[in-house]
């Protein structure tokens, strides 16, 4: 095994010596003629000068044919064929920048909201009821504002209050609601937008809420209603509530709030006094602090409908 490697040795050696010792003698002769002022063979100059030529155009045209035509007729997937007039006709879209300015300026704009409301936290009765609220806006993040509400006719008992009247034979103080009005203060915190149904950008803005006015309510007779019927009496109300307002142009939008009224309502006397039946001091003997937690859901339009940025995009 070892005479064989050795021998393997010995036949490369001379196999490499020879060839070397050719190319230095060529490399020595081109050398001396060059030191005699010869130059290179025009023929050879002129064979070298084709080659490379010949080298680099058959580079150019592998390059050339290996491009995306033979790609495409490898995976034809790969190049989908677009029908250019089709594509001509499609509506162009709105350009969009990654930063752009405020989509609206609220700030010295009145705000108009319109809205309805839902009781969300009463089992016996339903305060549902048409409201407005009107805000102006100092900067266009704070808002000073009033709202209201008007409730006497939309004022419904439940069916649950009904069923447990009518099963356990218990009654349960119940009050209707006449109107409501406050005098608020609006923050917005947060705002920015979200793509929906693929196509439209929308724009959003959160907000919380709060302030104080008063609410008018009376007792709703249970116990005796043949000889009770209490007048409507206005209380002191404090409210707070969070919202959402959802922007389709730079002057409408919808808005949907949760808030909180909270007060001191007074309940009906649970006891009939004898004697006293007709006498308005003995219908109403406790008070509650009660939540009146309410969703009110409507839109809003920004007057005047219009503005004008300081600076130009």
Request: net charge negative; glycine share 8%.
């Amino acid at each position: 095994m070892k005479k064989s490697r050795v021998g393997l040795l010995v036949a490369v050696a001379l196999g490499i010596l020879p060839a070397n010792g050719w190319a230095q003698e060529d490399a020595g002769e081109a050398a001396a003629g060059e030191q005699a002022g010869e130059g290179p063979a025009e023929g050879e100059g002129a064979a070298v000068e084709e080659a490379v030529t010949d080298e680099g155009a058959e580079g150019e045209g592998t390059d050339e044919g290996g491009g995306l035509e033979e790609i495409c007729k490898i995976d034809p997937a790969a190049c989908p064929n677009l029908d250019m007039e089709k594509e001509a006709a499609r509506p162009l879209r709105e350009e969009l920048y990654a930063v752009q300015q405020i989509f609206v300026i609220k700030a010295g704009r009145f705000e108009l909201n319109p809205f309805w409301v839902v009781t969300l936290n009463d089992q016996f009765v339903n305060h549902p009821a048409p409201g407005a609220a009107l805000n102006f806006y100092i900067s266009n993040v704070l808002a000073v504002g009033v709202n209201g509400a008007f409730y006497r006719p939309f004022n419904v008992d439940r069916e649950f209050n009904f069923l447990v009247r009518r099963a356990a034979r218990v009654a349960v103080p119940l009050t209707e609601y006449d109107w409501s009005a406050a005098l608020n203060f609006t923050y917005v915190p947060a705002f920015g937008k979200f793509a929906g149904f693929s196509d439209f950008i929308f724009q959003y803005e959160a907000f919380v809420v709060g302030g104080v006015g008063a609410i008018s309510t009376r007792p709703i007779p249970v116990i005796d209603p043949n000889n009770r019927n209490p007048d409507f009496e206005p209380k002191l109300a404090f409210n707070a509530g969070i919202g959402l307002r959802i922007f389709f142009n730079r002057w409408f939008a919808a808005v949907l709030e949760i808030r909180d009224y909270m007060f001191n309502d007074k309940l009906e006397n649970l006891s009939v006094v004898a004697g006293s039946e007709a006498d308005p001091k003995t219908w109403t003997d406790q008070t509650s602090f009660t939540h009146n937690v309410q969703a009110q859901l409507g839109v809003s339009f920004f007057l005047p409908f219009s503005f004008e940025y300081r600076l130009p995009k």
